[in-house]
């Protein structure tokens, strides 16, 4: 206590750094980008298989990106998922999913690009209005792994990284 009478102006500075951090934080409640914008009405939401339309095509991706989806949507929305007929359809397409070379380094490839691209379609039952959305995502891998090591390597991100897309693109005025 006494360093702060025997330097006043540290105890303003402190209070003036907890007020603002104070208003700082209560004011980015508005400003989550966890929030979903999901009109009163709409209660149920069915999540459709996402199938694989890509020239090269990874078994894995399909099942796993629904699954992630589904979960997300169960876990940050108020909505009930169902397999009736739901107020909210959602439905996908994988429709690229293919590696390029993104850096070399001595006439060899230093990094690689894996790009994967979908199109999503929202159906809204009770107003009967049907939305498209467009994700796409690269992710970059060494050029020493090869096609199955970076999709080893990079699966879990790669999931995790299109299933925020999804939802933001679809539950997010951005």
Request: aromatic share 10%; with cysteine; charged share 20%.
């Amino acid at each position: 206590m006494k360093c702060l009478t025997k330097y006043p102006p540290l105890l303003f500075i402190a209070i003036v750094v907890a007020v603002s951090l104070q208003f700082f934080i209560s004011s980015c409640g508005v400003y989550r980008f966890s929030d979903a914008s999901v009109p009163d009405s709409i209660k149920t939401v069915k999540v459709n298989f996402i199938e694989n339309r890509a020239s090269y095509i990874n078994p894995q991706l399909s099942p796993r990106l629904t699954d992630k989806v589904r979960q997300k949507i169960v876990a940050q929305t108020r909505l009930t998922q169902t397999n009736n007929n739901a107020d909210w359809e959602i439905s996908g397409v994988i429709t690229q999913y293919s590696f390029t070379t993104s850096a070399i380094a001595g006439q060899q490839s230093a990094n690689n690009r894996l790009s994967v691209s979908l199109q999503l379609t929202v159906y809204d039952r009770k107003s009967e209005e049907t939305r498209k959305v467009d994700v796409s995502r690269s992710f970059e891998f060494k050029g020493s792994l090869t096609v199955q090591a970076a999709e080893a390597s990079l699966g879990d991100e790669l999931i995790r990284t299109l299933a925020d897309d999804i939802f933001n693109k679809v539950f997010s005025n951005w």
